[in-house]
């Protein structure tokens, strides 16, 4: 059966004629006749009686009604598969590391739907190994995490760095500093996160560097939780400034002297794909700005 007939068809009975159809179809009235006496030869019925006007018969009232979904339907499978060629619509698969996941995408996301309400994104939160052993496998289309291993088919475009500053309880000895240095937080309990977040490894080699012990150290597995249990009188903490606004009662924020510390984030997909099309491009480009802003105002936060 054909579905321009069916379309036609619809479109007769709700223009009032086949002259007005035609005109709206862009066809020949002739077109018009032909597909609707070629839908009643399928049928094997005849679907309005036609003079001066048309009348439908019961058949075809029968027909309009039950015939309806399958117009609906096409149209809206017109419009997606339009706006999929597009970059108008689609599903997009993104991976996001913490902190960014907590303190910055739901913003950026917002922004995001509001500009393309037809494309639907799904969200994972893992670590930057998880993450980028998800898009090696398709399980992601992109990624916000730090900097793939070496000798991966991944391409990476860093954009934001994540500054981190120390976090004391607000009675801690080192609040008497006005800028700590890693040698001062071998003196005093260091909460770390996990043992597989890319902070806690880039913390532990500063920390094996020559010039002192290490120092005693309690694991948090959230860096987004770090925070609270420097609020409890637990430790210090190195915290990325973005999880500290504002700031935690009962704390006190100072500088790190250096930046060693300090994480890159950027855009991760796989290097065959990139640059990205359709709606996973639509995403890309647009974090790329975001995250370029996000990256400027932690710049003009920390006064460089």
Known sequence: MDLKAIKTFHRIVALGGFNRAAEE?????????????KLEAELGMRLMERGKTFELTEAGRLFLEQS??????MDQLTNMMT??????????????????ASYRMPAILA???????????????????????????????????SPPLLKTALYFEPLLTEHFVVLLPERHPLTDKDVVSIQDLREHRLLITSADCPYRRKLELIMQQPGGHPPDTLEIGSMSALKFYVQSGLGAALVPLSVLRPEPLG?????????????TCGLLCKTADYPLQLAAGRLYRFLQTALRACDNHSYTALGM
């Open 25 to 37: 179809l862009h066809y020949a009235q002739s077109t018009v006749t032909m597909q609707i006496q």
């Open 111 to 145: 922004d995001f739907l509001r500009d393309y309400p037809n494309i639907r994104v799904s969200i994972t939160i893992a670590g930057s190994a998880v993450l980028c052993e998800q898009l090696q496998h398709g399980g992601l289309d992109l990624a916000i995490c």
């Open 83 to 100: 706006g999929l060629v597009s970059g108008e619509a689609g599903h997009v698969r993104l991976g996001v590391v913490e902190p960014v």
């Open 251 to 263: 704390t006190v924020i100072r500088p790190l002297r250096g930046n060693e510390v300090d994480m």
């Open 68 to 73: 309806a979904h399958i117009v609906r339907d």
